[in-house]
């Protein structure tokens, strides 16, 4: 039986695939106002403009691939049961390919009504405003806004309580309830970050590699390798 792992990923690990972060300086937020484009307040008020947001990011995730860290990751498998959980609505991970990777905020390759958010259609291609799913009401990106539950939460926090080791790539840990998955950690597992600008965590046993992703992953992938032989020997 493998050892199981659970690393939580964020914007900072498709970085260095080109796709921009939130709240770094040159972050998708300085150009946007979260409120006018990533809330159902915003989706009511101006469609056009939130689906031209997720159109942008929709093509720019479809001309990216993924990177060494995800690869990392991905290879990761090979010593570990591993689930990730991300925060990220890009496809890289599974690109990479990682078999079990649970999507907090959603998908930018999925849509849905604004009547149901459990059937989920794909799009590849821009949504256009005014586009209805065939239950008459109109068709949004499923994705989990500002503002809006986010239903995967029970199931990642119940898979962080059984992990052995735990780790966090690139993520800021600024947005809730994401960022309060690492409390669910049991107490004394190996605990990792990697980061290029690591950010104020407080966990004990924290090993921090404050390094560009691509770089960072592979870092963890050789202290993984050795505690998995330590914890099975
Ligand atoms: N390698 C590693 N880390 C990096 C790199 C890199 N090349 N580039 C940036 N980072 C780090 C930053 O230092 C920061 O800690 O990635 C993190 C990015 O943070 P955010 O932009 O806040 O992204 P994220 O934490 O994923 O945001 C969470 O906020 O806007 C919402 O729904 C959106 O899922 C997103 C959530």
Do not use: C
Not at 32 to 47: F, I, L, S
């Amino acid at each position: 039986m493998k050892k199981k792992m659970v690393v939580l990923t964020g914007a900072g690990i498709s970085a260095e695939s080109g796709l921009r972060t939130f709240r770094d300086s040159d972050g998708l937020w300085e150009g946007y106002e979260v409120t006018e484009v990533a809330t159902p307040r915003a989706w009511k008020k101006n469609p056009s403009l939130v689906l031209d947001f997720y159109n942008m990011r929709r093509r720019d995730v479809a001309a990216a691939t993924p990177n060494a860290a995800h690869a990392g990751l991905a290879e990761l498998e090979k010593l570990v049961d591993l689930t990730i959980v991300t925060q990220n609505i890009d496809d890289l991970h599974e690109r990479a390919g990682s078999s079990k990777v649970m999507h907090l905020h959603g998908s930018i390759f999925r849509m849905r009504s604004d009547d149901d958010e459990e059937t989920l259609y794909e799009i590849r291609d821009d949504m256009m405003p005014g586009d209805k799913a065939p239950d008459g009401s109109f068709l949004r990106p499923a994705i989990v806004w500002f503002e809006e539950a986010v239903p995967m939460i029970g199931m990642a926090s119940a898979v962080i309580e059984e992990a052995d080791l735990f780790a966090i790539v690139g993520t800021s840990l600024v947005v809730y309830p994401a960022a309060g998955l690492i409390h669910y950690t049991r107490p004394g597992i190996p605990l990792f970050i990697v980061d290029k600008k690591l950010p104020d965590v407080r966990l004990n046993n924290l090993v921090r590699i404050e390094k560009p992703a691509t770089e960072g992953v592979q870092e963890l992938v050789q202290l993984v390798k050795a505690i998995v032989g330590e914890m099975e020997s």
